[in-house]
């Protein structure tokens, strides 16, 4: 282990009352990264940060958190650790700044100090005009704020988030996501876990992904991407030739009235519902185009009534290549890749936020 | 079974309950004032005035040490019950406070210690006002307070006992009724044992109420007698044997 790694996890496992959570995962975490755990509900990811911060015992395997091991030093551990939980659990009987002293109390920070930090965490979070507010006044973002003020109060090394955005409108969002970066460009180690892939690929430098207790894979953003997907997905949906048109008119509704004419960059990212069909064989209308454009593929993927190609080099010259086939499409698009593509391609299932 | 893990954090959290509770004692106290008054008025002295004398005490004078006793006794049990589940299952306490320093144990001695702290408070309250009244008649009565905390230390584990065992809100008005309610009636706060049958009169040594009535009582009357050493020592013993098991019971709920 060199001395770089903030966290070392070899063979973690977590079972509860027998039923495997975490299935012996392998990570580690360097120092002043900002490392991710990304995957669906019920990956693991909120067990797997429990067993980091001490909270949940380990089932099986090693786990080190700061050169030190979960089972025998987790006071040692906690006390240099920020802990922003997946459910907010502000002290709802205390104010905004007592919460932070009180929690710094546990810390044996003493009075002075913690109060000191408090009103810098405060105004840090825009927070400094609210700090005789009662808690359960304050707004979700502004609550998700004031956990993340609270995880800083003993200066950190490292500060473990669990879903630290979720349920926050993308404003509120981005402005979590702009104060994770200034505490990264601190020094401080960041984990963090979300279903998010905007989120994952904003802040994290490295990111495993996560399904059913394992880890499917691990790397940068942009490795992932160049690794499994390329720069460029595109979209063909549906086909008249085909024998499926109308089996599901709701979920190609919008795409169908400008088919062609897409514009490339409109389709934000969203959520596919995708159903077990990966090893289904393609069915008439998809072997057609398959085996028109397989020179310009380096793979493809069936997500529901959905084809994604992702091409060779130029997904614009694939884009004119299947506009130049003699079928029509309901949805014919190119845009860029994301995680979800890499998650889709890895589990043949969607990342359902 | 393991380690217990405590480290003088307890103090901090406590501090946390204290400072809550500081907030608004006047509120708390003063509603808990107002159903031992209610028992002393219509009790003691309504009902009373119709009662012949009891172990050669006026009623009211009978009456008063008990509810002493059982006032402690409820305000405790409240606070280890519904007071631990709302921190632990709803507010989500307990889990904030061990993502520092602080141990599982640490949180759950401070509910205790807490838990003590309440019944020493509203006890001590109610033997004011019986001062007050003119119903206390002896000095001994100043030991009252620290038997008070020991019988809360006790009183503390038990609730939290059942809270451990049955975590589920609706089920705390059981405790209530089927343990608290008997105990509250059969201990001697209202009249003495002795007239029971003899199998009741034993069941009572079991119950800690019952001790502690005695306890105040004597020490409220000046009934000094070396009897009432044993029956501090046998709730302290009790305290100390029992301590291990919320501690247990209570991180096996939260720790998964
Ligand atoms: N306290 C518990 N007792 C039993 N099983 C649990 C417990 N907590 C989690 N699990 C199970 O462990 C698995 C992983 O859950 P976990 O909460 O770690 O997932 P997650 O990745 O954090 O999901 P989400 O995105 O929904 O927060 C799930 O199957 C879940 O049902
Ligand atoms: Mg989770």
């Known amino acids: 282990m060199t001395e770089k790694d903030i966290i070392v996890a070899e063979n973690l496992t977590k079972e509860y009352n027998g039923k495997t959570a975490v299935n012996g995962i392998n990570f580690r975490v360097r120092a002043r990264e900002c490392f991710g755990f990304l995957g669906p509900n019920g990956a693991g990811k909120t067990t797997t940060v429990n067993m980091?911060?001490?909270?949940?015992?380990?089932?099986?395997g090693r786990l080190t958190v700061l050169g030190l091991d979960v089972r025998e030093h987790p006071r040692e551990i906690k006390s240099r650790l920020g802990v922003v939980p997946q459910e907010n659990n502000l002290d709802p009987d205390l104010r905004v700044l007592q919460n932070l002293l009180v929690y710094a109390s546990y810390f044996r920070i003493p009075a002075a100090v913690a109060r000191e930090r408090a009103m810098e965490l405060l105004a840090f979070f825009d927070l400094d005009d609210r700090t005789q507010e009662k808690?359960?006044?304050?707004?979700?973002?502004m609550k998700r704020r004031l956990t993340i003020a609270r995880a800083l109060i003993n200066n950190p090394a490292l500060v473990i988030l669990d879903e630290p955005?979720?349920?926050?409108?993308p404003q509120a969002r981005h402005l979590v996501w702009q104060r994770l970066r200034r505490l990264k460009e601190r020094g401080v180690t960041l984990v963090l876990t979300t279903h998010y892939l905007e989120e994952a690929g904003q802040l994290c430098d490295r990111?495993?992904?996560?399904?059913?207790?394992?880890?499917?894979?691990?790397g940068g953003p942009g490795e992932l991407l160049a690794k499994h997907i390329g720069r460029e997905v595109v979209e063909v949906g549906g086909s008249d030739t085909g024998n499926r048109i109308g089996a599901n008119p709701g979920q190609n509704g919008p795409a169908m009235a400008s088919g062609r004419d897409e514009k490339a960059t409109a389709l934000p990212a969203r959520t596919i519902e995708a159903r077990n069909e990966k090893h289904q064989p393609p069915s008439d209308w998809e072997t057609l185009v398959l085996?028109?454009?397989?020179?310009?593929?380096?793979?493809?993927?069936?997500?529901g009534d959905n084809l994604f190609l992702f091409p060779r080099e130029s997904g614009q010259e694939l884009l004119q290549a299947l506009q130049a086939q003699p079928v029509h499409f309901f949805h014919l698009l190119l845009r860029p890749a994301t995680l979800e593509d890499v998650f889709l391609k890895l589990t043949g299932r969607g990342l359902t936020a | 079974m393991?380690?217990?893990?405590?480290?003088p954090l307890v103090w901090q959290v406590l501090r946390r309950h204290l400072i809550i509770f500081?907030?608004?004692?006047?509120?708390?106290?003063?509603?808990?004032?107002?159903?031992?008054?209610?028992?002393?008025a219509a009790l003691g002295m309504g009902l009373g005035a119709y009662?012949?004398?009891m172990e050669g005490l006026p009623y009211l004078n009978f009456l008063a040490p008990g509810l002493v006793a059982s006032s402690a006794m409820f305000a405790t049990s409240y606070e280890c019950t519904y007071g631990t589940f709302v921190r632990m299952e709803f507010q989500k306490t307990f889990q904030a406070m061990v993502a520092t320093p602080v141990s599982m144990d640490d949180v759950i001695t401070a509910e205790i210690l807490y838990g003590a702290f309440k019944s020493t408070l509203y006890g001590s309250v109610i033997l004011v006002v019986i001062l007050v009244l003119g119903l206390v008649s002896s000095p001994w009565a100043l030991l009252v307070p620290p038997v008070l905390a020991v019988a809360g230390l006790l009183f503390a584990e038990l609730s939290m006992l059942w809270t451990g065992l049955v975590p589920n809100i609706d089920n705390f008005n059981y405790f209530f009724s089927l343990i608290m309610t008997p105990l509250f009636l059969f201990s001697g706060v209202f009249f003495p044992l002795s007239g029971l049958p003899r199998l009741v009169r034993e069941a009572a040594w079991l119950s800690p109420l019952y001790h502690l009535v005695n306890l105040v009582r004597s020490l409220v009357l000046g009934q000094i007698n070396p009897g009432l050493a044993w029956e501090f020592i046998w709730l302290l013993a009790l305290a100390v044997a029992i301590f291990p098991l919320p501690l247990y019971l209570m991180r096996r709920l939260v720790i998964k």
């Open chain 1, 52 to 60: 980091i911060y001490c909270f949940s015992p380990v089932t099986a």
């Open chain 2, 22 to 40: 500081g907030r608004n004692w006047k509120v708390n106290i003063s509603f808990n004032f107002f159903e031992p008054l209610l028992y002393i």
């Open chain 1, 165 to 169: 955005t979720t349920g926050l409108d």
């Open chain 1, 135 to 141: 808690v359960d006044r304050l707004s979700g973002g």
């Open chain 1, 207 to 218: 990111l495993v992904i996560m399904d059913r207790g394992e880890i499917l894979e691990e």
């Open chain 2, 2 to 7: 393991r380690r217990i893990d405590i480290s």
């Open chain 1, 291 to 303: 085996s028109r454009v397989n020179h310009l593929l380096r793979g493809h993927l069936m997500v």
């Open chain 2, 51 to 53: 009662v012949k004398p």
